[in-house]
Nanobody, 124 residues
Framework: QVQLVESGGGLVQAGGSLRLSCAAS????????MGWFRQAPGKEREPVAA????????YYADSVKSRFTISRDNAKNTVYLQMISLKPEDTAVYYC?????????????????WGQGTQVTVSS
């Protein structure tokens, strides 16, 4: 069973950048498709980005396209989310998730393993 630990969150001004990392242990990262989700206070958890096992297919929510980039380094068992041009509405807890069956990047229920989350706060 894979364990996921996110890092890299913090407080940043609007227009700034952050890079989130998700380190996997207890399993081989290449066995999983990976996703990033976020949840803002009072809102449902929503998909942000996802990447297939080999990295050949990616998904982005419309709200983050051209600003966020998901990538993976299977040799380092780590997935990244590079975020630029951050906006106050990006403020949320960001979760890393893994799934080992079909690639359904928009469905939280498809993901079997979750990290504890990392807080991203964007000030205006």
């Amino acid at each position: 069973q894979v364990q996921l630990v996110e890092s890299g969150g913090g407080l940043v001004q609007a227009g700034g950048s952050l890079r989130l990392s998700c380190a996997a242990s207890g399993g081989t990262l290449s066995s999983y498709a990976m996703g990033w989700f976020r949840q803002a206070p009072g809102k449902e958890r929503e998909p942000v980005a996802a990447i297939s096992w080999s990295g050949g297919t990616t998904y982005y929510a419309d709200s983050v396209k051209s600003r966020f980039t998901i990538s993976r380094d299977n040799a380092k068992n780590t997935v990244y989310l590079q975020m630029i041009s951050l906006k106050p509405e990006d403020t949320a807890v960001y979760y890393c998730a893994a799934e080992d069956s079909t690639f359904r990047p928009q469905s939280a229920s498809a993901f079997d393993y979750w990290g504890q989350g990392t807080q991203v706060t964007v000030s205006s």
